[in-house]
């Protein structure tokens, strides 16, 4: 099986010149992008990243990871109140999507509120998972909003599932290394 893992860390807030929203990004675990709200840029990093970002696939997924990150903040802010904390709110969101045998056999977004790990959400069968029982009311509030888990389960069923098979491809097309 073959995956594709974007880590996402959002802050409630930030100094000036600092990012509120970072991003990695793996395939089969291995880091090969790199995103920051500061630059709003991508950087390519390895063979991978390089072969990738002379793709059509670079522009959309530069986007993408903008317009996930700022959706992601509006989250964290939403649920600032409901967090137990004095000072700035932290958010790390892992969306993963695996294949194997040329389909999708995975999909899910992991979250965790200021270093504790809280919610799980399967985008294949649609359920919740509360890991952490501080983050129950977290959940009942974005299952309510069936807006919210149809467009994680579009990303990582969607989109992540189509850039996993465009950057096989590309890996596949890489010499292996001696």
């Known amino acids: 099986a ?7 860390t959002i802050k409630s807030w930030s100094r000036p010149g600092q990012p509120w ?11 090969f992008l790199q995103y920051d709200s500061d630059s709003n840029m991508v950087k390519p990093l390895g063979l991978l990243g390089k072969k990738v970002n002379a793709t059509s696939t670079w522009g959309e997924l ?24 004095s000072g700035p709110s932290t958010l790390q969101v892992e969306m993963l999507c695996q294949r194997e045998a040329e389909r999708c056999t995975g999909a899910s977004w992991q979250f965790t509120i ?6 799980l959400f399967d985008a294949m069968n649609m359920t919740w998972t509360v890991i952490n029982h501080e983050a129950s009311k977290i959940k009942e509030t974005w299952k309510k909003d069936r807006g919210l888990e149809k467009y994680f389960r579009k990303l990582s069923m969607g989109d992540c599932n ?8 590309h890996r596949e097309a890489m010499p292996e290394p001696t």
């Open 114 to 119: 200021n270093g504790e790990k809280c919610l």
């Open 21 to 31: 929203c970072e991003a990695q990004v793996f395939m089969n675990k291995n880091l």
């Open 162 to 169: 189509h850039w996993l098979r465009e950057f096989l491809g």
């Open 62 to 85: 530069t986007q993408t990871l903008g317009e996930v990150g700022r959706d992601l903040r509006m989250l964290l802010l939403d649920v600032k109140p409901q967090i137990k904390t």
């Open 2 to 8: 073959h995956s594709l893992c974007f880590n996402f």
